[in-house]
T-cell receptor
Framework: AQTVTQSQPEMSVQEAETVTLSCTYD???????LFWYKQPPSRQMILVIR??????QNATENRFSVNFQKAAKSFSLKISDSQLGDAAMYFC?????????FGTGTSLTVIP | EAGVAQSPRYKIIEKRQSVAFWCNPI?????LYWYQQILGQGPKLLIQ????????DSQLPKDRFSAERLKGVDSTLKIQPAKLEDSAVYLC?????????????????FGEGSRLTVL
């Protein structure tokens, strides 16, 4: 079975600072996608950033970037210049074959 | 573009009662997912539809849960009878493709969820 592991249940960051959320995954597939989703309290889950496994270049979306280490099966999310609105649960997910696999989430607190 | 619609947003029932949740995916999305998200955990897949056919329901507790997607558009998830451990948020999500393929992103679009409390 595919697994996605997030080893940090909770993280905190000072406003305007940088934080990195960790994620590792396990797959035997060669064709897959990796995602970070954000779930604010009582609000719907939205896509933060996406990485295609066949691409070597790390994905970047404004203040969000990933460090994709394919051999190590690691997919961390870096949030730069953290803002209060970044406070949320962050889920790492993989899409392979025909299914999504989610980690258990990291709760991010942003300290003013 | 309208997003994934779910209703009701909140539901409180007694154990052994029944409940139904409704989901309308993004127009044109062939794949529809129902997830169960217990507080503090990641989403757990209950059932996946491709158009109106079931792709994966291996984790659906079929003795009490049922789901259908008539005409390959909207879907309902039913629980009967409910147990205390069914208290969770039920998320519906849709995707435009069934397999990862270039240039498809495989992105999931989520609804706001239906929060169930079983007393």
């Amino acid at each position: 079975a595919q697994t996605v592991t997030q080893s940090q249940p909770e993280m905190s960051v000072q406003e305007a600072e940088t934080v990195t959320l960790s994620c590792t995954y396990d797959t035997s597939e060669s064709d897959y996608y990796l995602f970070w989703y954000k779930q604010p309290p009582s609000r719907q889950m939205i896509l933060v950033i996406r990485q295609e496994a066949y691409k070597q270049q790390n994905a970047t979306e404004n203040r969000f970037s990933v460090n994709f280490q394919k051999a190590a099966k690691s997919f961390s999310l870096k949030i730069s210049d953290s803002q209060l609105g970044d406070a949320a649960m962050y889920f790492c997910a993989s899409f392979t074959g025909n299914q999504f696999y989610f980690g258990t989430g990291t709760s991010l607190t942003v300290i003013p | 573009e309208a997003g994934v619609a779910q209703s009701p947003r909140y539901k409180i029932i007694e154990k052994r009662q029944s409940v139904a949740f409704w989901c309308n995916p993004i127009s044109g999305h062939a794949t529809l997912y129902w997830y169960q998200q217990i507080l503090g955990q990641g989403p757990k897949l209950l059932i996946q539809f491709q158009n109106n056919g079931v792709v994966d329901d291996s984790q659906l507790p079929k003795d009490r849960f049922s789901a259908e997607r008539l005409k390959g558009v909207d879907s309902t998830l039913k629980i009967q009878p409910a147990k205390l451990e069914d208290s969770a948020v039920y998320l519906c999500a849709s995707s435009s493709k069934d397999r990862v393929s270039i240039p498809n992103t495989g992105e999931l679009f989520f609804g706001e969820g239906s929060r169930l409390t079983v007393l």
